[in-house]
């Protein structure tokens, strides 16, 4: 089958590989769409450490083609979203309602059992978090689908795979927004985009967005945004004059910078939250005044994965896209086939797509 790999750093192709079929616990999907997300890129690059060569991809929806042995989640023809983060049930975190958490599994790029299914020449080939899904099939724990209606769109459903799920999980789940909040997000891509939507369906009277770019500000009011400020002035006397000089009850960040960092922490107002969902590189560091904390009772809170429960939120998720609530199709601004992912990647870090999204026809 053909699958997107990324053989070393800083280099990928489309090229061949083998695939074995599901052992026992696990499925083979025939992948209908992936997005293309930041932490692809960041496999790519070397931000996210990986073993390589690697089938990139974490992000997607498709249909089960075959189940192993001892699967009872799915069967044969069933649509399913994948997600990166298996949920056992059984661990320390699944039991105490953090499945977003789940150790079930190290994301070594083997499958739950230490092993792979992706070969080359007789070769391991590695699967980025269990899925690997840049790619027309992809064998994954079954503890990692979860079944969908079968009307809804393979796009919007990949999209809430990763991106959607971290966004607008981090403003209704992680930070829990309330009606009437006032809210300022730090980056306004995919994900911030995301945070925007869910801030605006959690009913936030004030919508802050934050980019560099015009151009991604003006798309993030398409998506909920009240106002917006650039990143390049003094985003944070912008966003205190436009809160009265408080701050924001949640402020988010998205990129994963650390100064963007600084800025999101500075712009919580007294008592409020910090949220922080961008994934920056191991070793950089940001800073807070040792005296800020204590004397301001602000909380700087870690995102992962937007909180999820993925086996009751994606379909929530889907069921806030059906009844119009959730924008997904206005996220989609791209599609690509599997030979076009070099593009797909070109204008990813170009930052032309709210998301772009790979159909494997
Ligand atoms: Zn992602
Ligand atoms: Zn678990």
Redesign the pocket.
């Known amino acids: 089958m053909k699958a997107v790999v990324a053989t070393e750093r800083d280099r990928f192709e489309v090229m061949n590989v083998d695939l074995d079929p599901p052992n026992a616990g696990e499925v083979l999907v025939k992948m209908v769409a992936t997005g293309v997300c930041h932490s692809d890129l960041s496999i790519i690059n070397g931000t996210i450490p990986s073993p390589f060569p690697v089938v990139l991809g974490h992000e997607g929806a498709g249909i089960v083609e075959q189940i192993g042995d001892e699967v009872t989640q799915v069967a044969p023809g069933d649509h399913v979203v994948l997600s990166f983060i298996p949920?056992?049930?059984?661990?320390y975190?699944?039991a105490h309602g953090q499945?977003f958490l789940?150790?079930?599994g190290k994301p070594d790029g083997c499958q739950l059992d230490g092993t792979t299914r992706v070969h080359r020449d007789g070769d391991a080939v590695f699967v980025m978090s269990f899925l690997g899904n840049m790619a027309e099939y992809a064998v994954v724990p079954a503890i990692c689908v979860v079944p969908i209606e079968k009307t809804i769109d393979f796009k919007a459903a990949a999209l809430v795979g990763c991106g959607v799920t971290t966004g607008v999980g981090a403003a209704i789940k992680t930070a829990a927004v309330h009606p009437g909040a006032t809210v300022a997000v730090f980056g306004c891509g995919g994900v911030g985009v995301s945070v925007i939507q869910g801030a605006r369906i959690a009913g936030a009277k004030q919508i802050i967005a934050v980019d560099l770019s015009a151009e991604k500000m003006e798309n993030a009011r398409r998506f909920g945004a009240t106002h917006t400020v650039t990143a390049g002035g003094d985003p944070v006397r912008e966003v205190m004059e436009l809160t009265a000089g408080f701050g924001v009850d949640f402020s988010f960040e998205v990129i994963g910078h650390p100064s963007t960092i600084e800025s999101c922490i500075k712009c919580a107002r007294r008592g409020g939250n910090a949220v922080l969902v961008g994934v920056g590189r191991a070793q950089e560091r940001f800073s807070v005044s040792s005296l800020i904390l204590p004397l301001t009772a602000k909380n700087i809170v870690g995102c992962m994965y937007g909180s999820v429960n993925f086996k009751a939120d994606f379909p929530m998720y889907l069921d806030l896209y059906r009844t119009g609530a959730l924008d997904l199709d206005g996220m989609v601004s791209r599609t690509y086939s599997l030979d076009e992912v070099p593009q797909a990647f070109a204008d990813l870090e170009r930052g032309v797509n709210t998301r772009g999204v790979i159909l494997h026809g």
């Open positions: 949920q056992c049930g059984e661990c975190h699944c499945p789940c150790t079930a």
